[in-house]
């Protein structure tokens, strides 16, 4: 007896045939383009790169072995468009459609001190058979841009004689001059005096302040003192007098004592006591050092370093048990004055005519890209 078949069951049954008939088989279709497994150290990232042809459809696998989160994963369409980002995943499956022929990049990137070991699988599947065989190898190549910069230039025409007066402040005169800063008579008593004088002596003194100016500049170039003690050093002072005024009649000189001449020094004959009392001396700066001390019946010197403004004490002390002593103290400072004055000048300068031009040079910078291999 013959079976008849329902009508539901032929009508499912040419529907089939026709969907398998209308497509080809994806397993028959679908090429494996890599399958590797690989460990990544944390805080790292690791890129693939391969080849798809225009039309393709591309498969992704991506799954972390251990079923661990991966920081980020990311498709690029090179050289640089992202086309896909997932993060904080352990399994990824992704499918795009290709647009054009391009060399995609497949970047993991692990967390920092969170290595994995991850397993992925490309697939492609060509929009036809002329793609088959498409070679997903990439190589370098060189590609330049190229930049246009603008910038200007100035360009010579000619030039231009410019005639003009420049004041020109220059020195007119100098002169040198002796000042007197300390002249003193000092009595100073014995260590068992009976009328009550001190053993001790102080005397602060203080010398010119430098000035300067555009037109005249005053400064303080050399000091000296004197310290004489009785008839004795009184002589000498009187000799050293007679001695630089000798020598002023026959020069123009810029002293007027021997203490004077001494600060700038000149060499004259000026013998000093060698019998007589003597007096401990000690000179102090501003900053309280010592700059110059000693034990002299009589005695000049120039000191040298000049403190503006140039405050200074002497210190005398008589070391003698019952005979009181007198001390003439002297103190000059030589002043150099220079005095200057404006200078006109007549003067010529070449001024040359300038245009400015605008112009533009081409920068050609080169950069290697990926590309598919043919």
């Known amino acids: 007896m013959e079976k008849t078949i329902p009508i539901m069951a032929k009508k499912k049954a040419v529907i089939a045939l026709f969907v398998l008939a209308s497509f080809p088989s994806i397993a028959q279709d679908t090429i494996t383009v890599m399958e590797n497994t690989f460990k990544i150290k944390g805080g790292h990232d690791e890129s693939y790169y391969y080849g798809f042809a225009q039309g393709d459809k591309m498969i992704v696998k991506l799954e972390e072995v251990n079923g661990k989160e991966i920081k980020e994963f990311e498709i690029i369409e090179g050289p640089s468009t992202s086309k ?8 990824i499956t992704k499918e795009l459609s290709i647009p054009r022929n391009a060399v995609y990049e497949f970047r993991i990137k692990t967390a920092f001190m969170a290595s994995r070991t991850c397993r992925m699988k490309l697939l492609r599947v060509p929009k036809d058979e002329a793609t088959i065989n498409f070679n997903t190898a990439w190589e370098w190549k060189t590609v330049y841009d190229t930049t246009y910069i603008p910038y200007t230039i100035d360009s010579i025409t000619g030039y231009d004689t410019i005639y003009y007066k420049e004041s020109i402040t220059e020195l007119a005169s100098t002169e040198t001059s002796e000042e007197t800063v300390l002249d003193e008579n000092a009595v100073i008593g014995a260590q068992m005096s009976l009328s009550g004088e001190s053993q001790y002596y102080h005397k602060r003194f203080t010398l010119p302040q430098n000035n300067y100016s555009k037109y005249c500049k005053r400064e303080v170039v050399s000091w000296a003192y004197w310290i004489g003690v009785g008839d004795e050093a009184n002589k000498a002072w009187r000799q050293g007098m007679k001695a630089v005024k000798g020598l002023a009649e026959t020069a123009a000189a ?10 700038i020094g000149v060499a004259f004959d000026w013998a000093m006591p060698t019998t007589g009392d003597n007096v401990q001396y000690s000179i102090e700066n501003s900053f309280g050092n010592i700059i110059s001390q000693g034990n002299c019946i009589s ?32 103190v000059v400072a030589i002043i150099k004055t220079s005095y200057y004055h404006d200078v006109l000048y007549n003067r010529r300068r070449i001024d040359a005519r300038k245009v400015t031009l605008n112009k533009t040079r081409m920068e050609v910078t080169p950069r290697q890209i990926r590309v598919n291999s043919k």
């Open 84 to 91: 896909f980002m997932d993060i904080n995943t352990a399994k």
């Open 254 to 263: 810029t002293y007027i004592t021997p203490l004077g001449a001494a600060a």
């Open 299 to 330: 005695t000049a010197k120039t000191v040298s370093g000049y403190y503006n403004p140039g405050n200074y004490t002497m210190h005398l002390y008589n070391d003698n048990v019952t005979q009181k002593i007198n001390v003439k103290i002297r």
